[in-house]
């Protein structure tokens, strides 16, 4: 079961950002972000099918293929929303202190945080680890095809694109 992973930045004007393409064809991809610069809004990390188009704010998490995590602590699977900002498993906290801490926006990621994405396409999981937490979001059976190709995607909210710096590493 292979799939494509695909990742290059993308900001769209006052859009969130996208990573799109490249290709490697592995059953589990790890990649980890570096969040240099984040004000005190939205950011949601996770990722989706290719080819799927934003939404009208220029979001992606509500596609269907969507699997992804806020740095409230929401989490987004199939484009639902699973678990509230105010529900996050204190099974997936892993420093309770820092968590309860930080402001409502920074209480997964925020700059200066290092967020590894993990990509289990044997498993079928999404797990996302920073400071605070590590996460892991199960994949839905409909998205369990072996050709399924995902894209990592960055977006954000409320705020210029210039407000935001998130790099690869």
């Not at 900001?11 to 064809?25: E, G, I, K, L, M």
């Not at 939205?42 to 992804?68: K, Q």
């Not at 977006?155 to 694109?161: E, K, L, Q, T, V």
Request: hydrophobic letters at 35%; proline letters at 4%; a negative charge.
């Amino acid at each position: 079961m292979d799939f494509d992973i695909q990742y290059v930045l993308v900001a769209y004007s006052d859009s969130p950002w996208f990573v799109t393409p490249y290709s490697c064809c592995a059953h589990v991809v790890c990649r980890k972000l570096k969040i240099s610069r984040k004000p005190e809004n939205y950011l949601i990390i996770g990722v989706s099918a290719t080819g799927i188009e934003h939404d009208g704010s220029g979001s992606t998490y509500g596609d269907s293929s969507s699997y992804c995590m806020a740095s409230t602590g929401e989490v987004y699977a199939a484009g639902q929303l699973i678990i509230s900002y105010d529900d996050v498993p204190a099974s997936s906290i892993i420093q309770p202190d820092l968590f309860e801490q930080r402001g409502l926006y920074d209480k997964v990621f925020t700059g200066g945080d290092e967020v590894v994405v993990t990509l289990d396409c044997s498993a079928h999981t999404l797990r996302l680890q920073s400071p605070t937490v590590d996460h892991t979001i199960s994949i839905l059976q409909q998205h369990h095809n072996p050709q399924q190709q995902w894209v990592l995607n960055v977006n954000f909210w409320w705020g210029d694109s210039d407000d935001f710096e998130v790099k690869l590493t």
